[in-house]
Structures are given as structure tokens and as C-alpha cells.
């Protein structure tokens, strides 16, 4: 993990992938065909411990982490991440939750599809409806506390990877 300077409160720790065990240049550089997306775990699921978990769950998968940054995400960050949500009746508690405390925002990259192979692993929205075997449906039992996000589509992935990692984007 390598630190870098913070605009949050909390310290930011960016890590980059190396491509292959012969780059040793630790940039992380995207191969031809390979599709990013972004994931959350959410502040409940670092307050659980759970990162190893998920992250292992992740790259067991074969998916490869190309960005990770500890931060206690700014309202300005997660009004813009949220933007979709904006006016829905859980906006500003979706805001206030993701803002409480530190959360682990990755970029994972993958085959075409690479946002819906991740979703289908999270399990759905609600945990009591997750299927056994999803993030949610092993992990999470309220919908208020579901653990993680992932982008749901291509489109979104590229909108909130430029949110967070924009040297990525």
C-alpha cells in the first residue's frame, strides 16, 4: 500500500496492481478486451471485518483489483455517486450511511461484463432476498446495512470509477 495525501479526514491508501509478475513498473495498465467496474465495501462491512472476505471472494473469481482506497467518503462525493438516487425517499439516508465511517472503494477488472459477473456475486439489494452464496445472502440482513456496492452497468462503472480513481477513468 502506498499513502498519498487525503481530502478526506481519514488517511487514503491507493494500491496498484501490477499487470502480470514481470511488471514491475506498479502502474496498473488496462489489456486489450478487459473491463473495469467499481466496488464499494460499505461501512458496515469494514466495520465487521469483512474486506478479506469480500476482496478474496473477488479475486477468487478471477478478477484482478487494479485500485483499492480506505476513505471516509466527503457528502459532496457521495451525493455525486449517488446523483441516480437523488429525490428517492432513501437518498439522504443512502448519503448519511455511506458518509459515517471508512469504506473500501475498488476497481476490479475482468472479461466483457465484468460489472454484471460482480453484481451477480453481491447478491441482490435486499439481503433477505440474496440468494446463499452472494455477498449479501451469505453476509448482510438488512438492507440498510448490505455490505458492499458494484456499479450496474458499463456506463456506471465508467461514471464512478472517474469519481474516485479519475487517472483511471
Known sequence: LTSRAASTSSPKFVVKCCTSRHDTSREAVRLPGVKRTLVIVKPDGVERGLVGEILSRLEKKQLRLVAADLRT???????????????????????????????????????????????????????????????????AIEMDGNLVHGSDSADAAQREIAIFFPDLA
Open 73 to 139: 467518503m466527503d457528502v459532496a462525493t457521495a451525493k455525486r455517486h449517488y446523483a441516480e438516487h437523488e429525490g428517492k425517499p432513501f437518498f439522504d439516508r443512502l448519503v448519511a450511511f455511506i458518509t459515517s465511517a471508512p469504506a473500501l472503494v475498488m476497481v476490479f477488472e475482468g472479461p466483457d461484463d465484468t460489472w454484471r459477473v460482480v453484481r451477480t456475486m453481491i447478491g441482490a439489494t435486499n439481503p433477505a432476498e440474496a440468494a446463499p452464496g452472494t455477498i449479501r445472502g451469505d453476509l
